[in-house]
């Protein structure tokens, strides 16, 4: 019998979008994601159940849809296992299953940008758990890296894909330097920063945007852009949540804050 995933411990109230209210505001929900409205009532079930921080339910509809709810049970998945799950091998091996699953939906589904980001995001995640050096050593900078070039490819408007590129070239070079990181997998400074400016533009409202942007400007450029990065963790905290992610979101920009 499989461990009882732990609950999203805040308050869901707000993020309850019965009926009609999901669809009115799914352009806000998914402005970072770009993850299209489904037409498929089960599949809006499984979106309800995630933005309200029911992720085993979302994934457990999710996959029992199939098609299009399986990216409401990939992206249910990888939020609870980045923030919620407190067994670390639970955790790898949760964000390896959504690999897995994504890779399979690559092949169906090659226009799909999310069979490609929330690839990326899964090995991103799961290359920061069993550090970024050995994630390295295995190649799976170069994977994430394909996925999310892919990705947005194919939406360019992906503000998520933007965040997530933007701290790959900020944790390469947090890592190997940059005269390493460039020569060698081609992460540069500029270009992770112009990036995370990109998804703030796609994005205005969110929190998570900030938090990685801030925690990538000192990686790339150190103490030069503490302050600005202290500016962003507090723009961070002081957003409104539209959904569980994003009350996690700022949580963690709290702890970050508080640090």
């Not at 999901?22 to 806000?28: G, M, N, S």
């Not at 399979?104 to 991103?124: E, I, K, M, S």
Request: hydrophobic share 40%.
């Amino acid at each position: 019998m499989s461990a009882p995933w732990s609950p999203f411990p805040h308050d869901a109230a707000a993020f309850r979008y019965a009926g009609t209210a999901l669809k009115k505001t799914w352009p806000r929900l998914h402005r970072g994601d770009c993850e299209p409205w489904p037409t498929d009532g089960k599949v809006q079930d499984a979106w309800r159940a995630y933005h309200a921080g029911d992720f085993e339910r979302a994934v457990s509809l999710g996959l029992q849809a199939g098609g299009a709810g399986l990216a409401a049970a990939d992206k249910a998945a990888m939020i609870h296992a980045n923030y919620l799950e407190p067994d670390v091998a639970r955790k790898l091996a949760r964000l390896q299953e959504v690999a897995a699953r994504c890779e399979q939906r690559q092949r169906t589904q090659p226009g799909d940008p999310n069979a490609w980001y929330f690839h990326a995001y899964a090995l991103g995640r799961y290359s920061q758990g069993i550090s970024v050096a050995t994630a390295l050593a295995e190649g799976l900078g170069g994977k994430i890296k394909a996925s999310l070039d892919k990705a947005l490819a194919l939406q360019p408007a992906h503000a998520d894909a933007h965040i997530a590129l933007g701290t790959w070239h900020a944790e390469i070079i947090d890592k190997v330097g940059s005269l390493v990181g460039g020569l060698t997998y081609g992460a540069k400074k500029e270009a992770g920063e112009k990036h995370f400016r990109r998804a703030l533009e796609l994005n205005p409202e969110s929190a998570i945007a900030r938090t990685e942007c801030a925690n990538g400007l000192v990686m790339m450029f150190g103490k030069s852009r503490l302050r600005e990065a202290e500016k962003l963790y507090a723009e961070a905290v002081a957003c409104t949540p539209a959904d569980a992610m994003e009350c996690l979101d700022i949580a963690a920009a709290k702890a970050e804050m508080d640090d």
